[in-house]
């Protein structure tokens, strides 16, 4: 899943990003507009559901390792969360860490950051914590006045790097490393390639919460672009696919569906599909393979007793 609280507002820009999608030979519209109100709670009960390991897994990793974890990371730290999103994987992490010099969570909602930073600066009142409003998908600047720090820890978990392709991580991680520094850490949460036996479940569980996660996007769409599209008339859908390996998360459309936007007409045939959401999966190797072509060193990783994923802690390399 694509777990964040960037939530576009602006009914002109859905309706370009569907009118995008249908255009599209793929059909593809981003994961983003899955999160309206309704579509945010859906997702939370989607991570208490059995078959969706990976959120209460990277919780058990980061937990049973939170001693090792703070020491490989070291003291004075400026830690960047970028999707800051909720604090449950935060508040333990700077509480373990040795001498954190601040906090600065990095996310596009303004209301949602504004208010997460301040329930985190009750729980945490000697921590200096700078909310930056920003899309840290695209390029973007820390504050310029900054509290004094040693160096900095970039800080992904959730497994978010999954939804971009290769090239789109490459270049976050790019990116990152030109923000953080070359003395920096980046402690980032990876889903790893597995069996899709246990990869399907997750992104198609049997209580059917992903497959009206799915479809609230449709709902969506209905609502604020007052439209008529019959939700019930499309399939939710997840594959697994090699080569890279991920799973993709579709809408098939079971009849014939025709849609009127913005004054145009398309049409959708039996079989196609909006194409909701891609999670790539890694191995241990592959992942570090792609962090070194971004300038960064894999260090230490720690893992859960199924493999099923890991976080990672990397280093920053120096630039030439």
């Known amino acids: 899943m694509f777990p964040t609280n960037s939530e576009p507002n602006n009914a002109d820009d859905l309706q370009q990003a569907l009118v995008e ?8 519209i981003s994961p983003i507009w899955f999160y309206d109100q309704r579509g945010s709670a859906l997702f939370e009960d989607i991570t208490q559901l059995p078959s969706y390991y990976p959120t209460r897994t990277e919780i058990s990793i980061l937990d049973e390792n939170l001693d090792a974890i703070a020491k490989a990371i070291g003291s004075d730290r400026l830690v960047v969360e970028l999707g800051s999103g909720s604090s449950r994987k935060t508040v333990p992490l700077l509480k373990a860490l040795d001498r954190p010099s601040g906090y600065i969570p990095v996310d596009i909602s303004a209301d949602y950051l504004h208010q997460a930073a301040a ?3 009750k729980q945490l009142p000697n921590l200096p914590v700078m909310a930056l409003v920003a899309d840290f998908t695209t390029a973007f600047s820390l504050p310029p006045s900054l509290p004094a720090h040693r160096n900095r ?4 978990p959730g497994s978010t790097i999954g939804n971009l392709s290769e090239s789109e991580a490459q270049s976050l991680l790019e990116h990152c490393h030109e923000v953080l520094g070359d003395e920096a850490a980046f402690l980032i949460g990876v889903d790893l390639d597995k069996s899709p036996e246990v990869l399907i479940p997750a992104y198609d569980d049997p209580e059917g919460v992903t497959a009206e996660f799915n479809r609230n996007l449709l709902k969506r769409i209905n609502h604020e672009l007052g439209l008529a599209i019959d939700v019930q008339a499309f399939a939710h859908e997840a594959r697994y696919l090699t080569d890279p390996a991920r799973i993709e998360m579709h ?6 569906q025709t849609l009127a936007v913005a004054g145009q007409t398309y049409t959708l045939a039996a079989g196609e599909s909006f194409h909701t959401e891609t999670s790539h999966k890694y191995t241990i190797k592959g992942f570090s393979q792609l962090a070194k072509q971004a300038g960064w060193q894999l ?14 802690l990397l280093k920053a390399t120096a630039r030439t």
Not at 21 to 26: C, F, G, Q, V
Not at 153 to 156: A, E, H, Q, S
Not at 251 to 256: F, G, Q, R
Request: net charge negative; hydrophobic share 50%.
């Open 21 to 28: 999608a249908l255009i599209r030979p793929d059909h593809r």
């Open 119 to 121: 329930d985190l600066s």
């Open 299 to 312: 260090t230490q990783y720690w893992c859960d007793a199924q493999n099923h994923f890991a976080v990672l």
């Open 153 to 156: 820890l970039g800080f992904f």
């Open 251 to 256: 809408l098939v459309a079971l009849t014939d």
